[in-house]
Antibody, heavy 125, light 107 residues
Framework: EVQLVESGGGLVQPGGSLRLSCAAS????????MNWVRQAPGKGLEWVSY????????HYADSEKGRFTISRDNDKNSLYLQMNSLRDTDTAVYYC??????????????????WGKGTTVTVSS | DIQMTQSPSILSASVGGRVTITCRAS??????LAWYQQKAGKAPKLLIY???ILESGVPSRFSGGGSGTEFTLTISSLQPDDFATYYC?????????FGQGTKVEIK
């Protein structure tokens, strides 16, 4: 069964750091782009970050630029999100999601087909 | 950034009824739009991608349409399992953005 399992969430003080992990099973992440998406309590979905299959390309939402770093370890079949300088507005459930390509060669567009169940991050003093 | 606006925000409907949710983009996104279903406390589930392609395993009562800036998600005959919140999301350009969600409630 294709599955993503997030871990590493918890309670952290404002200004603190946290590293989230996402372990894939049932498939190898090599060849897949991956993403992080979050959802604040009672709110909608917010895309956070993207990483290409070979780690050469990354994208971030404006509010996370310079504070969050996405990375991957294909040998460990895992995705990561390093979060620094955390704010109370970063409180959310964080999901990892696999991305599949659509379009044509050199003009790929990626949509998210498999999602993990999420890990909860609470930023509070 | 491309803004995605869904309407309505809340929709009350009966089992067996036909439901249509609209999603508008602030700029043209061609067909690069996905629809997700989310139930309380659960992860989002992909329903449709490329505006109109049904994800494998999703019931055929779900359909998507549109291109450019206006898109629709239609449920042809609402089932009890369909009461949930639905989100559109554009993947035409970064940052990817979601609509604010449409909650489908039992009438």
């Amino acid at each position: 069964e294709v599955q993503l399992v997030e871990s590493g969430g918890g309670l952290v003080q404002p200004g603190g750091s946290l590293r989230l992990s996402c372990a894939a099973s049932g498939f190898t992440i090599i060849g897949y782009s991956m993403n992080w998406v979050r959802q604040a309590p009672g709110k909608g979905l917010e895309w956070v970050s993207y990483i290409s299959s070979n780690s050469e390309i990354t994208h971030y939402a404006d509010s996370e630029k310079g504070r969050f770093t996405i990375s991957r370890d294909n040998d460990k079949n895992s995705l990561y999100l390093q979060m620094n300088s955390l704010r109370d507005t970063d409180t959310a459930v964080y999901y990892c999601a696999r991305a599949l390509p659509s379009g044509r060669f050199l003009e790929w567009y990626y949509y998210m087909d498999v999602w993990g169940k999420g890990t909860t991050v609470t930023v509070s003093s | 950034d491309i803004q995605m606006t869904q309407s309505p925000s809340i929709l009350s409907a009966s089992v067996g009824g036909r439901v249509t949710i609209t999603c508008r983009a602030s700029h043209s996104i061609s067909r690069w739009l996905a629809w997700y279903q989310q139930k309380a406390g659960k992860a989002p589930k992909l329903l449709i991608y490329d505006a109109s392609i049904l994800e494998s395993g999703v019931p055929s009562r779900f359909s998507g349409g549109g291109s450019g800036t206006e898109f629709t998600l239609t449920i042809s005959s609402l089932q009890p399992d369909d009461f949930a919140t639905y989100y559109c999301q554009q993947y035409n350009s970064y940052p990817w953005t979601f609509g604010q969600g449409t909650k489908v409630e039992i009438k």
